[in-house]
């Protein structure tokens, strides 16, 4: 195969593409560097959207349908732009006998969003997680990005509501 | 340079049997006409191992193993009809029949179905588990086929021929677990993926009524897998 000699042309002007360029290059833009790449791109503009994709695809020479498959096998990737703020409910084992069902249905009773929703104003996004190795302080729910444990319905939705502001 | 292959002895079914060391007791098997059912396993594509129809009691260990990715080994004993066995089978089959939509009555691979032929084989006249029924909708975007993953059983032998044989790599397996779904580039219809060439090489390896060519229908669907293994004879004899 011919040695790729001209970088592929950014999808705009935007100068966050040059983080992802400079991760793909850090990895000889190969296709091994797919994952990080795509890590990468969640980061830097939060989800990742059909161009992202492409254009990953296209500079590490990886067909687009593997791309697509790794972003949608792990949760930490998002296909959609996700809210200002993010409430990952555990439901693994622990936090499913301790009540992470109740938890779930209390935030869609007062928010109206289901896992893997955002609402309307784009202010909270609720995503549903397997384990989160909180499994001592079940059910365990993570508000942007802090563990906190024992919680009730009632306290959950009070948090959130405080977060959210 | 390469030693030379030894030649094994092992049991199959208390049947004395020879094999090449490089071989796997699937081969093995059907080159003694032992039956070993699969689904994702085809002779001219890359191993899987995912449908686990092919599930052997092999001595030494306690756990069954995939015949289709067990390489064989002198003195080996490997029972292929155990009760245990058979229980297996039919239950994996139970759980492929119950996990999507398989109305053979109403199929385009009736009568040609790897699926319903193994279902046949193996006795299975009833479903023991509630069907799940999920809510998939027809690609019909294609001029020349269609792709209805309420059939599909996820071999992967579609997404294998296309990057194996064809090259193009249209198809690959998005989501995980229960969800798992086969898609063509982004989840785009599959008459406007770029990478396509239609070229049929998916539809003919599909072992149920998943993928189909366009205007077949209920058991009009006829698969031609003669190209697999001279395509991989051709493409061998070129390195």
Not at chain 1, 26 to 51: C, K, M, P
Not at chain 1, 53 to 64: C, E
Not at chain 1, 153 to 160: D, K, S, Y
Request: net charge neutral; proline share 4%.
């Amino acid at each position: 195969m011919c040695p790729q000699t001209v970088r592929n042309e950014a999808p705009s002007d935007d100068k966050r593409w040059k983080i992802i360029n400079a991760t793909m290059r850090r990895n000889g833009d190969d296709s091994h560097a797919l994952i990080e790449t795509l890590h990468s791109v969640q980061e830097t503009f939060g989800y990742l959207d059909d161009v992202a994709l492409s254009y990953v695809a296209k500079s590490l020479r990886t067909p687009l349908s593997r791309v697509y498959g790794v972003a949608t096998f792990y949760h930490f990737f998002t296909l959609k732009p996700q809210g200002e703020h993010s409430c990952v409910v555990c439901t693994g084992t622990a936090c499913h006998i301790k009540g992470a069902q109740a938890l779930l249905s209390a935030i869609k009773g007062s928010f109206g969003v289901a896992p893997g929703e955002t609402t309307a104003d784009n202010k909270l996004s609720v995503i549903s997680a397997r384990c989160i190795g909180s499994c001592g302080l079940a059910p365990a729910v993570v508000i942007d990005g802090n563990v906190m444990g024992n919680l009730s319905p009632q306290t959950l939705v009070a948090r959130v509501e405080r977060e959210i502001g | 340079m390469t030693s030379p292959t030894r030649v094994v002895t092992l049991r199959i079914d208390d049947r004395e049997v020879s094999a090449r060391e490089d071989e796997t007791i699937l081969q093995v098997a059907r080159d003694n006409e032992i039956f070993i059912p699969t689904l994702c396993c085809l002779e001219g594509l890359s191993t899987w191992g995912a449908c686990r129809l092919c599930l052997v009691e092999v001595s030494g260990s306690n756990k069954l193993l995939a015949a289709c990715a067990t390489r064989v080994a002198q003195d080996l004993e490997v029972k292929t009809n155990t009760p245990r066995i058979l229980a297996y089978r039919r239950t994996i089959l139970e759980l492929l029949f119950s996990e999507r939509n398989h109305v053979c009555s109403v199929c385009v691979a009736n009568g040609e179905c790897e699926l319903q032929n193994l279902a046949q084989r193996c006795g299975v006249d009833h479903i023991r588990v509630s069907y799940r029924y999920p809510e998939l909708s027809l690609d019909l975007s294609n001029d020349l086929f269609r792709l209805d993953p309420n059939r599909c059983i996820l071999c992967t032998r579609c997404v294998r021929v296309c990057d194996e044989i064809e090259g193009a790599h249209t198809w690959d397996v998005m989501g995980r677990g229960i969800d798992c779904q086969v898609i063509t580039d982004l989840k785009a219809p599959w008459g406007e993926s770029k990478s396509c060439t239609s070229c049929g090489k998916c539809v003919h390896v599909c072992p149920t009524g998943a993928l189909s060519q366009r205007g077949t229908a209920i058991a009009e669907v006829h698969h031609h897998r003669d190209f697999l293994p001279y395509l991989t004879q051709m493409r061998g004899e070129r390195d």
